[in-house]
């Protein structure tokens, strides 16, 4: 037991500023991906002035998508998304000019034109990014899985993950997929399903943070990383100290039965 939380202490080494980072990076590339897959992309090549500007957006284009898909509940709202990826480096103004605006101004999201700075921490989420891209094609990798009758969304198993970097490439053997899988996890690209482990090449669950954002709306996401969620306010008010002790209203696990969720 004290060898385990010794672990668990040792390997939370991204302080809390890079992991806030890394989680709205994810955000951002969630919101990438669906921008590009409408029906009408929204993210391509445009012209003003008889310059080509590829793979851009419009501002006023991207506040209207926000508000129609109900990801923001007004158009300041959907601007102040904008400008936390933005200051984040997930998105520019493709001259360098303008904060994000409400308006007919053209930006482009950094993983569309390979300017991400260069940074160990950005380096690791682009490479994180690659993989998750490839592996969200296979189908047997990340998928809903159960454990002693407890269900894990969109999660992997650490050792699957090893085997699918080595036969894929991305790996040479089975140290290096671990060690690869190691500072995904320490740069917060991935995490154990309870955050009791470590990466490791053993039968344990692990999650991307692109899988952890899907399911909610990218205004309360943001909200939440900046500490300021009016609707998690409004959803623990009234409740008993009991209830919200946790975050969870369910009561705190012990050392024992924490370190065995998540294992398979």
Known sequence: MQRHNTEI?????????????????????????????????LIKDRRYHLKL????????????????????ESREQAV???RTLQDYNVLHHVCDDHEFKDEFLFYRF????????????????????????????DKSMIKDRKYHLKSYK???????????????GEASTR????????ELLEAGVIHHVCD???FRDEFLFYRFKNDEVETKKFSDVLSLLKGMSPRVRRNTKGRSRKETANGTGTPKRSGTQREQIGRA
């Open 175 to 182: 140290d290096e997929g671990l060690r690869e899988g190691r």
């Open 53 to 72: 500007y590829p793979s851009s957006f419009v501002g006023q284009e991207v506040v209207d998508w926000l508000i129609k898909n109900r990801e923001a």
């Open 110 to 137: 950094r993983k569309d034109d390979g300017t991400y700075p260069d940074e160990s921490d950005s380096a690791a989420f682009a490479r994180g990014q690659r993989i998750y891209s490839r592996l969200k094609l």
């Open 9 to 41: 202490r040792n390997h939370r080494v991204s302080p809390p500023s890079s992991q806030r980072k890394m989680d709205i990076m994810a955000i951002g590339e969630e919101l990438r991906l669906r921008l590009h897959a409408v029906d009408e992309p």
């Open 80 to 82: 102040e998304v904008m």
């Open 196 to 198: 009791d482990h470590h």
């Open 154 to 168: 969109k999660c992997f198993v650490g050792k699957e993950l090893v085997d699918w970097l080595v036969a894929n």
